[in-house]
């Protein structure tokens, strides 16, 4: 751990919630011993139903491996839960929460490979690493998320630094989400990609429908939130470019110990597919025999309308402009998330979800089968928050 993250550990950790921890991160989750899991599993299941102050940190930080819940392995792998809770500190803002989020990700994994560059145990593409993920962040702290005061994340990042309630939230967040599986350090850039990936994710969905909700009576905010929509969709794709400096056998050193956490599971991506672009009845299966996805074939989503049917013909050319960059971002994205699968899984390899791997997310790389409901408040509240399990 670096001096920074230990200090940040210091000021909002007890003694032994640092222990907690750094027995989860010494050999990584999938290879505590059971009475240590055991032991973990214990301490979270026996915590008070709404736990606050040290105990709610200490669940944040034991839930993945709680005995008493039933979660997907993707959500125990992913600790989508602590998103979960910094995001629930954003009621009149998610947006502004979420894109905060991803920057606590990102430096935080910044951190981590700049020790490692510098102990020596980066492999040689760390400088790259480093350059695409600091580029990233450029860009998040440049984000604007308030047009009117133009407020950027940068300066919400600022405030964090003098402001101890929001200094807290971030370190607690940045502390209970970097649990790796394995020991080895490849494993860092696969799972902090995976969690900026679902911010995106939700951020995208979010503004979708903020858009296709205000378009008629405010066009001009549903055209900002559009082009903000249009931003976070490029933000997918440079958080690719950051995962892509993993190789194909880096990647192998621990896909093993990831199990069955496949991102097929992510309730927060399928959702935004349909906000975007409609139904897709070829997934009917899949959600199907995901008992948490089963929702998303409920007759309330399917009737929902996409953003893509909400603007179609629009006479505004700001939001027609924001309607295409953000599906160019959106499609440039998919395309790369076939060509990751394609190059980092073995053909005779199946994906961790069960199904046939690249082949499985080629079928869905166009969106031509994505069928558009009529109801504008179809599939609400559910599009509009947050969701993990």
Same mark, same amino acid.
């Given at each position: 751990?670096?001096?920074?993250?230990?200090?940040?550990?210091?000021?909002?950790?007890?003694?032994?919630?640092?222990?907690?921890?750094?027995?989860?991160?010494?050999?990584?989750?999938?290879?505590?011993?059971?009475?240590?899991?055991?032991?973990?599993?214990?301490?979270?299941?026996?915590?008070?139903?709404?736990?606050?102050?040290?105990?709610?940190?200490?669940?944040?930080?034991?839930?993945?491996?709680?005995?008493?819940?039933?979660?997907?392995?993707?959500?125990?792998?992913?600790?989508?839960?602590?998103?979960?809770?910094?995001?629930?500190?954003?009621?009149?803002?998610?947006?502004?929460?979420?894109?905060?989020?991803?920057?606590?990700?990102?430096?935080?994994?910044?951190?981590?490979?700049?020790?490692?560059?510098?102990?020596?145990?980066?492999?040689?593409?760390?400088?790259?690493?480093?350059?695409?993920?600091?580029?990233?962040?450029?860009?998040?702290?440049?984000?604007?998320?308030?047009?009117?005061?133009?407020?950027?994340?940068?300066?919400?990042?600022?405030?964090?630094?003098?402001?101890?309630?929001?200094?807290?939230?971030?370190?607690?967040?940045?502390?209970?989400?970097?649990?790796?599986?394995?020991?080895?350090?490849?494993?860092?850039?696969?799972?902090?990609?995976?969690?900026?990936?679902?911010?995106?994710?939700?951020?995208?969905?979010?503004?979708?429908?903020?858009?296709?909700?205000?378009?008629?009576?405010?066009?001009?905010?549903?055209?900002?939130?559009?082009?903000?929509?249009?931003?976070?969709?490029?933000?997918?794709?440079?958080?690719?470019?950051?995962?892509?400096?993993?190789?194909?056998?880096?990647?192998?050193?621990?896909?093993?110990?990831?199990?069955?956490?496949?991102?097929?599971?992510?309730?927060?991506?399928?959702?935004?597919?349909?906000?975007?672009?409609?139904?897709?009845?070829?997934?009917?299966?899949?959600?199907?025999?995901?008992?948490?996805?089963?929702?998303?074939?409920?007759?309330?989503?399917?009737?929902?309308?996409?953003?893509?049917?909400?603007?179609?013909?629009?006479?505004?050319?700001?939001?027609?402009?924001?309607?295409?960059?953000?599906?160019?971002?959106?499609?440039?994205?998919?395309?790369?998330?076939?060509?990751?699968?394609?190059?980092?899984?073995?053909?005779?390899?199946?994906?961790?979800?069960?199904?046939?791997?690249?082949?499985?997310?080629?079928?869905?790389?166009?969106?031509?089968?994505?069928?558009?409901?009529?109801?504008? %408040?179809?599939?609400?509240?559910? %599009?509009?928050?947050?969701?993990?399990?």
């Amino acid at each position: 751990m670096t001096a920074a993250l230990e200090l940040a550990a210091a000021r909002y950790l007890t003694p032994h919630q640092r222990e907690i921890a750094q027995l989860q991160r010494t050999r990584g989750r999938s290879r505590l011993e059971p009475a240590e899991a055991e032991a973990l599993a214990a301490l979270h299941d026996t915590l008070p139903p709404n736990p606050s102050g040290a105990d709610e940190v200490t669940g944040l930080l034991t839930r993945p491996v709680s005995r008493e819940l039933e979660i997907p392995e993707y959500y125990r792998y992913s600790c989508m839960h602590s998103y979960g809770w910094f995001l629930d500190q954003f009621p009149d803002d998610p947006v502004a929460g979420a894109l905060l989020a991803l920057h606590t990700t990102l430096t935080d994994l910044v951190e981590v490979e700049r020790a490692a560059w510098e102990a020596g145990v980066q492999p040689e593409c760390g400088d790259e690493r480093i350059k695409r993920l600091d580029e990233a962040i450029a860009v998040v702290c440049g984000t604007v998320v308030n047009q009117v005061l133009r407020v950027r994340i940068g300066d919400l990042v600022d405030q964090a630094a003098v402001d101890p309630v929001l200094d807290r939230r971030t370190a607690v967040l940045a502390e209970s989400t970097r649990f790796p599986r394995s020991d080895r350090h490849e494993e860092n850039v696969f799972l902090r990609a995976v969690q900026c990936c679902e911010m995106l994710f939700f951020l995208v969905r979010r503004l979708a429908v903020e858009t296709a909700a205000t378009k008629d009576e405010f066009p001009a905010r549903a055209a900002a939130r559009l082009e903000l929509a249009g931003v976070c969709a490029g933000l997918l794709n440079d958080v690719f470019h950051v995962l892509r400096t993993l190789t194909p056998e880096g990647f192998m050193t621990f896909r093993d110990f990831t199990g069955a956490a496949s991102a097929v599971q992510s309730l927060n991506y399928h959702a935004m597919e349909i906000s975007i672009y409609g139904y897709d009845p070829r997934k009917a299966e899949v959600f199907g025999a995901v008992g948490h996805l089963e929702v998303l074939n409920s007759a309330e989503v399917r009737s929902h309308q996409p953003l893509k049917a909400a603007l179609a013909g629009t006479a505004d050319q700001r939001l027609e402009e924001g309607w295409n960059e953000l599906d160019r971002s959106l499609s440039k994205w998919r395309g790369g998330h076939y060509r990751f699968a394609r190059t980092y899984l073995p053909s005779d390899t199946p994906a961790s979800g069960g199904t046939d791997g690249a082949a499985y997310v080629k079928r869905f790389v166009k969106k031509d089968a994505c069928v558009a409901g009529a109801d504008p %408040f179809g599939g609400l509240p559910l %599009f509009s928050g947050f969701l993990y399990h």
